[in-house]
């Protein structure tokens, strides 16, 4: 009896954890307009290359839209999306934006057509899910073609982040770690003072000028 009261108390001390640190999850695109969004850099809304087609958000190839952020900022998460490119088409979200670093505002979960997009023969660093130009992503098996949808989800909690591509985790490293600023190091933003480090920071949808589709994106916040 002992024993099960034990691990009855077990068992209730780790549902009170998960209730204090996992929140509920919110959506962050209501499927009718760009509410909660806004231009990086500016107070102005996504421009018109943005667009709401059957519920689902379309970035529109060859018409501008800017690169578009949430209006709040978020410091520890999950955030689940799904998303699809057209053919030869590149995207990404970065996370942990700041909009005091213009030319690197913060790290990228690349998304891409990886076989038919040019960005796919740079290496691996640059292929679906990897941290783009830093460290790559276990995809072998995880990533679908273009204009086929795919399931991501990215996960930031203290100084670890992962990142996970239809069903698995295929990314894992820890923000200013002595491994990651080497990689930084090697990296395209190597002379970018605090890139990596953690922050409170914006979501970030790009614009590269290829089609790209969002739907189901939600997050929900860890707690202390």
Same mark, same amino acid.
């Given at each position: 009896?002992?024993?099960?009261?034990? #691990?009855?108390a077990t068992f209730a001390l780790c549902g009170s954890v998960l209730a204090e640190t996992a929140g509920d999850?919110?959506? #962050?695109?209501?499927?009718? =307009? #760009?509410? $909660?969004?806004?231009?990086f850099g500016s107070d102005k809304p996504p421009g018109p290359g943005w667009k709401v087609v059957d519920g689902?958000?379309?970035?529109?190839?060859?018409?501008?839209? $800017?690169?578009?952020?949430?209006?709040?900022?978020?410091?520890?998460?999950?955030?689940?999306?799904?998303?699809?490119?057209?053919?030869?088409?590149?995207? &990404? /979200? @970065?996370?942990?934006?700041?909009? !005091?670093?213009? $030319? !690197?505002?913060?790290?990228?979960?690349?998304?891409?057509? =990886? *076989? $038919? %997009?040019? =960005? +796919? @023969?740079?290496?691996?660093?640059?292929?679906?899910?990897a941290l783009y130009d830093i460290l790559p992503a276990d995809t072998a098996t995880a990533a679908k073609p273009?204009?086929?949808?795919?399931?991501?989800?990215?996960?930031?909690? &203290?100084?670890? /982040?992962? %990142?996970? #591509?239809? +069903?698995?985790?295929?990314?894992?490293?820890?923000?200013? *770690? =002595?491994?990651? @600023?080497?990689?930084?190091?090697? *990296? @395209?933003?190597?002379?970018?003072? +605090?890139?990596?480090?953690?922050?409170?920071? %914006?979501?970030?949808?790009?614009? %590269?000028?290829?089609?790209?589709?969002?739907?189901?994106?939600?997050?929900?916040?860890?707690?202390?």
């Amino acid at each position: 009896m002992k024993a099960l009261a034990c #691990l009855a108390a077990t068992f209730a001390l780790c549902g009170s954890v998960l209730a204090e640190t996992a929140g509920d999850w919110r959506p #962050l695109f209501n499927g009718r =307009d #760009l509410e $909660g969004w806004r231009l990086f850099g500016s107070d102005k809304p996504p421009g018109p290359g943005w667009k709401v087609v059957d519920g689902t958000l379309v970035k529109a190839a060859g018409v501008r839209g $800017g690169d578009i952020v949430t209006k709040d900022a978020f410091t520890d998460f999950e955030f689940s999306w799904e998303w699809k490119v057209a053919a030869k088409g590149n995207n &990404g /979200v @970065k996370y942990l934006v700041t909009e !005091a670093r213009k $030319g !690197a505002p913060g790290p990228e979960y690349q998304l891409l057509d =990886d *076989s $038919g %997009h040019p =960005d +796919g @023969k740079n290496g691996n660093k640059r292929l679906t899910a990897a941290l783009y130009d830093i460290l790559p992503a276990d995809t072998a098996t995880a990533a679908k073609p273009a204009d086929e949808w795919n399931e991501s989800r990215l996960v930031i909690r &203290g100084n670890d /982040v992962e %990142h996970w #591509l239809n +069903g698995k985790k295929v990314l894992a490293y820890q923000l200013g *770690s =002595d491994a990651l @600023k080497a990689a930084i190091a090697q *990296s @395209k933003f190597k002379s970018q003072p +605090g890139f990596g480090e953690k922050i409170a920071g %914006h979501l970030m949808l790009t614009d %590269h000028g290829d089609e790209c589709a969002f739907r189901k994106l939600r997050l929900r916040e860890f707690q202390p």
